[in-house]
T-cell receptor
Framework: EAEVAQSPRYKITEKSQAVAFWCDPISGHATLYWYRQILGQGPELLVQFQDESVVDDSQLPKDRFSAERLKGVDSTLKIQPAELGDSAMYLC??????????????FGPGTRLTVL | KQEVTQIPAALSVPEGENLVLNCSFTDSAIYNLQWFRQDPGKGLTSLLLIQSSQREQTSGRLNASLDKSSGRSTLYIAASQPGDSATYLCAVRLGGATNKLIFGTGTLLAVQP
């Protein structure tokens, strides 16, 4: 069964360091999403890609976060420098598209980030 | 601004009991609503997706209903089992190009054997 892949599964870093997360969506899915989930809360959308283009990055802290999906397939989310408040689960999701019955999002296992 | 609320925040029931989880949202202009399950430290598993034109969806022991006009959805779990213990999240999908999901904070369910 096709799945969204993420790595690493766990990351511990010290504040002010740089971290990067990788996501490989389900094959053929044009839309890719990065969510952040703080402990005890629901996920919040950080950035959405349609192919290689950003559709929504309104909640992405652009002073320290960046995301790219250069070839419209896999994606990388980077934080530089990391802060204590960035400790969270980072979830990647993908969907075939954004309209009609193609918009169901499928989630990966997530990357748990701890900033010390 | 769309807000999604889930009540209760936590629930503990004995095995075999039927239970209902509640989800409410402030803006009825949604495209659809989805229920997810999340095990500790894991990603999200989709349980049921209800389109805005539908009233309910069923999958095995799970039944989800949607009343868009009142901004409410319920997830009914029949004959609960210890393996059902997890956090249950509901999310509404906004229309338009972003296809954005707005999540509630979840209900932590513990089914006692």
């Amino acid at each position: 069964e096709a799945e969204v892949a993420q790595s690493p599964r766990y990351k511990i870093t010290e504040k002010s360091q740089a971290v990067a997360f990788w996501c490989d969506p389900i094959s053929g899915h044009a839309t890719l999403y990065w969510y952040r989930q703080i402990l005890g809360q629901g996920p919040e959308l950080l950035v959405q890609f349609q192919d290689e283009s950003v559709v929504d990055d309104s909640q992405l802290p652009k002073d320290r976060f960046s995301a790219e999906r250069l070839k419209g397939v896999d994606s990388t989310l980077k934080i530089q420098p990391a802060e204590l408040g960035d400790s969270a689960m980072y979830l990647c999701a993908s969907s075939l598209g954004t309209s009609g019955f193609y918009n169901e999002q499928f989630f990966g296992p997530g990357t748990r980030l701890t900033v010390l | 601004k769309q807000e999604v609320t889930q009540i209760p925040a936590a629930l503990s029931v004995p095995e075999g009991e039927n239970l209902v989880l509640n989800c409410s949202f402030t803006d009825s202009a949604i495209y659809n609503l989805q229920w997810f399950r999340q095990d500790p430290g894991k990603g999200l598993t989709s349980l049921l997706l209800i389109q805005s034109s539908q009233r309910e969806q069923t999958s095995g022991r799970l039944n989800a209903s949607l009343d868009k006009s009142s901004g409410r959805s319920t997830l009914y779990i029949a004959a609960s089992q210890p393996g059902d213990s997890a956090t249950y999240l509901c999310a509404v999908r906004l229309g338009g190009a972003t296809n954005k999901l707005i999540f509630g904070t979840g209900t932590l369910l513990a089914v006692q054997p």
